[in-house]
T-cell receptor, first 115, second 114 residues
Framework: DTAVSQTPKYLVTQMGNDKSIKCEQN?????MYWYKQDSKKFLKIMFS???????INETVPNRFSPKSPDKAHLNLHINSLELGDSAVYFC??????????????FGPGTRLTVL | GDSVTQMEGPVTLSEEAFLTINCTYT??????LFWYVQYPGEGLQLLLK?????DKGSNKGFEATYRKETTSFHLEKGSVQVSDSAVYFC?????????????FGAGTRLFVKA
């Protein structure tokens, strides 16, 4: 059983298009994240949601909009895609309640290529 | 603010060699420390963790000890295999007033040759 799943795995699109990436976790975690990983493997956090509420919103263009319909889902919508948005995007989840250590569980990633 | 610094890669070793990947951190609180591993084409997965000073995390022959006095959490393995080739990330997680904040190092790529 997949713990954190993302769709699609690969996404190739033209500049200026709008696209969405979906994420679901079946671990019962209360917090979900989106990360961007560049070609040098550097991992940058973009957003964090706790119980459907935005907790962390790092400096990302407002073309990126996360949406959390419920605790098990965190989708990422990107408007007006640019060449620099090409990267691998990872969804992750964790339990952050009392006694937890925020061990994060990652999805398999979505490789976005903007042409 | 909190930060994690790990040695730059790539690190290239022959099979059965000893591995050390250095990681140091700065933190205002008492963070938990982690090593995550990313195999080619996959997401990160937890390798080991330690939650307080002097704790040793271990898994799959890898070990790391939480050293508060040197603010370090170096990853070691006595005998690497080709299958250990991956990118390794050191991370810390610190609970503040706004909840947890997890910070990842830049990653160290390991190549193991047969």
């Amino acid at each position: 059983d997949t713990a954190v799943s993302q769709t699609p795995k690969y996404l190739v699109t033209q500049m200026g298009n709008d696209k969405s990436i979906k994420c679901e976790q079946n671990l019962g975690h209360d917090t979900m994240y989106w990360y961007k990983q560049d070609s040098k493997k550097f991992l940058k956090i973009m957003f964090s949601y706790n119980n459907k509420e935005l907790i962390i919103n790092e400096t990302v263009p407002n073309r990126f909009s996360p949406k959390s319909p419920d605790k098990a889902h965190l989708n990422l919508h990107i408007n007006s895609l640019e060449l620099g948005d090409s990267a691998v995007y990872f969804c992750a989840s964790s339990h952050t309640g009392t006694g937890s250590t925020d061990t994060q569980y990652f999805g398999p990633g979505t490789r976005l290529t903007v042409l | 603010g909190d930060s994690v610094t790990q040695m730059e890669g790539p690190v290239t070793l022959s099979e059965e060699a000893f591995l050390t990947i250095n990681c140091t951190y700065t933190a205002t609180g008492y963070p938990s420390l982690f090593w995550y591993v990313q195999y080619p084409g996959e997401g990160l997965q937890l390798l080991l963790k330690a939650t307080k000073a002097d704790d040793k995390g271990s898994n799959k022959g890898f070990e790391a000890t939480y050293r508060k006095e040197t603010t370090s959490f170096h990853l070691e393995k006595g005998s690497v295999q080709v299958s250990d080739s991956a990118v390794y990330f050191c991370a810390l997680s610190d609970r503040g007033t706004g909840g947890f904040k997890t910070i990842f190092g830049a990653g160290t790529r390991l190549f193991v040759k047969a």
